[in-house]
């Protein structure tokens, strides 16, 4: 099946400082991908649409101009959490579908957990 | 995105089949189901989907109703591997997110 790889798969930061996330498909081409955020004990909550040349669509309560997501390529997007808090600690996990073939199912990255400290 | 209802747990006997409900009576004529599970601290993985037919792949089957308003997801030989919560999702485009819901968490004891 076609594999979606995130990296890292781990980071701690400090308070105030900005982390970057990669997503990338590796064996097809992405024109939409998906971040998510998942706390513990709960369920992955859609954060934004990155779409290919374009800018992304948050879902409603995500702060923009805090997790920035650029998606340069067809098979890259990148999710900056910036000015990291404690609160922002968390597990990422972005995904991807190939659009051009309907139906099919989406592909996950293995996430990202971020501690802020 | 039609809604989907899961008992919240299950458990299961190891090698003995594991039988996931799903009911989405809500589910329009365009929507496929689909199935995932994630293991703690891994990205959902990709189990099964299906439109109207049932289903059947290495990892699992999918009876889908002839109504289509509920399905099933039978893990026919459960292993302790299979410890995970299981999603059931409806969708009905491929440009558009997966909404995962709360999902049941599955048990497999020894």
């Known amino acids: 099946g076609a594999v979606v790889s995130q990296h890292p798969s781990w980071v701690i930061c400090k308070s105030g400082t900005s982390v970057k996330i990669e997503c990338r498909s590796l064996?097809?081409?992405?024109?939409?991908m998906f971040w998510y955020r998942q706390f513990p004990k709960q369920s992955l909550m859609l954060m934004a649409t990155?779409?290919?040349?374009?800018?992304?669509?948050?879902e409603q309560g995500v702060e923009k101009d805090k997790f920035l997501i650029n998606h340069a390529s067809l098979t890259l997007s990148t999710l900056t959490v910036t000015s990291a808090h404690p609160e922002d600690s968390s597990f990422y996990i972005c995904?991807?579908?190939?659009?051009?073939?309907?139906?099919?199912?989406?592909?996950f990255g293995q996430g990202t957990r971020l501690t802020v400290v | 995105d039609a809604k989907t209802t899961q008992p919240p747990s299950m458990d299961c006997a190891e090698g003995r089949a594991a039988n996931l409900p799903c009911n989405h009576s809500?589910?329009?004529?365009?929507?496929?189901v689909y199935w995932y599970r994630q293991i703690h601290s891994q990205g959902p993985q990709y189990i099964i989907h299906?439109?109207?037919n049932n289903e059947t792949n290495e990892m699992a089957s999918l009876i889908i109703t002839e109504d289509r308003k509920s399905s099933t997801l039978i893990l026919p030989h459960a292993t302790l591997r299979d410890t995970a919560v299981y999603y059931c999702?409806?969708?009905?485009?491929?440009?558009?997110?997966?909404?995962f819901g709360k999902g049941t968490s599955l048990l497999v004891t020894p």
């Open positions: 990155s779409n290919e040349g374009s800018k992304a669509t948050y």
């Open positions: 064996d097809f081409q992405a024109t939409t």
């Open positions: 299906g439109l109207k």
């Open positions: 999702i409806v969708s009905s485009n491929s440009g558009y997110a997966l909404n």
């Open positions: 809500t589910i329009s004529g365009n929507e496929y």
């Open positions: 995904s991807a579908r190939d659009r051009v073939r309907l139906g099919t199912e989406a592909f």
